[in-house]
């Protein structure tokens, strides 16, 4: 026979009144199936809970220690019980996001702090991954949203575009640059950049742009990290082409330009699987994070 969580209820009210009339009242129940419940949980651990006196009673040891412990895992149950309230209403548990080299400085981060602010009970678990990879974990279960550079439809997954980037060119202190010449004044410098082998995507889209200024760029250094390349360039070791959002780094001495060429712009979209929207800490996520809109990211014009 098993104790249950309203017998425990029964006993630490009774252990406050010492009165089986008024823990009953405050019970809602009738005194003899107060009694029962007591009796239950006497034979269940095979001594007396209560000295029954003419007008009190009082609690043994047995019975202070159960009282006791059933303070506690009365509380620990209702504190489950709203925890688990405010799961269901996507208000608490564990999201799993994936995110890209281009979402770790003007986007990710701002969108985090301010839905755990509004939902403390909500843990996180972040992935750094490159798009192809985001795309298999969110098809497979491993994520449940995931910041991806943007390719079109995919049958499998749902997607809205969350920021409108683009690469800019940053600049050591001592690099010239000339405006009307654009990306092709620096053709002839030393380039920094991410490795395919960390973002294949990015690594390419580097090459396009510089192909599409009509040079293949002389590349002296490869890194895995935007910070890392950022600070290269600071050292004068080069220059880079790197997202927009970059600029909020400020490191002193490294100056940042916009590029008039198309390709150098790209889209990142907000990703989950089909059927994940009726999971309600993912929907309530999805609709925390605002459409791209242009503002996620200042102009990189007068960043220095």
């Not at 079109?152 to 980037?165: F, K, P, T």
């Not at 405006?179 to 950049?193: C, D, K, Q, Y």
């Not at 690594?203 to 742009?209: I, M, S, T």
Request: aromatic share 4%; glycine share 8%.
């Amino acid at each position: 026979m098993d104790i249950e969580l309203a017998d425990l209820q029964a006993l630490v009210v009774l252990s406050e009144a010492l009165h089986f009339g008024r823990a009953a009242a405050r019970l809602h129940v009738s005194q003899p199936a107060l009694s029962k419940r007591i009796q239950r949980m006497e034979a269940r651990i095979g001594g007396p809970l209560l000295i029954r006196g003419y007008r009190d009673v009082q609690l043994t040891e047995a019975g202070r220690l159960l009282a006791g412990r059933s303070r506690h895992l009365i509380g620990e149950a209702s504190a489950t019980v709203a925890l688990a309230e405010r799961a269901a209403r996507g208000e608490a548990g564990l999201l799993r996001i994936g995110f890209g080299i281009a979402s770790i400085f003007g986007l990710l981060p701002e969108i985090v702090l301010r839905f755990r602010r509004a939902h403390p009970d909500v843990q996180f678990h972040l992935r750094d991954m490159s798009t192809p990879d985001q795309i298999d974990a969110l098809v497979s279960g491993g994520i449940d949203v995931g910041f991806i550079r943007h390719r079109g439809a995919d049958s499998r997954l749902q997607m809205r575009l969350v920021l409108d980037e683009r690469l800019v060119v940053a600049l050591g202190p001592h690099t010239r640059w000339s405006a009307r010449a654009g990306l092709r004044s620096v053709a002839a410098e030393p380039f920094i950049t991410i490795s395919r082998d960390r973002s294949a995507s990015f690594h390419d889209h580097v090459l396009g742009v510089c192909a599409a200024a009509g040079f293949a760029p002389q590349i002296v250094q490869e890194v895995s990290e935007l910070s890392t390349m950022v600070s290269l360039v600071r050292a004068g070791l080069g220059v880079a082409l790197v997202p927009r959002s970059t600029a909020l780094i400020r490191l002193p001495g490294v100056r940042f330009h916009e590029l008039d060429i198309p390709e150098a712009a790209w889209n990142i979209a907000l990703a989950w699987h089909r059927d994940s929207d009726r999971v309600p800490l993912v929907r309530r996520f999805i609709e925390a994070v605002p459409p791209a809109s242009g503002k996620h990211t200042r102009s990189a014009r007068s960043a220095r």
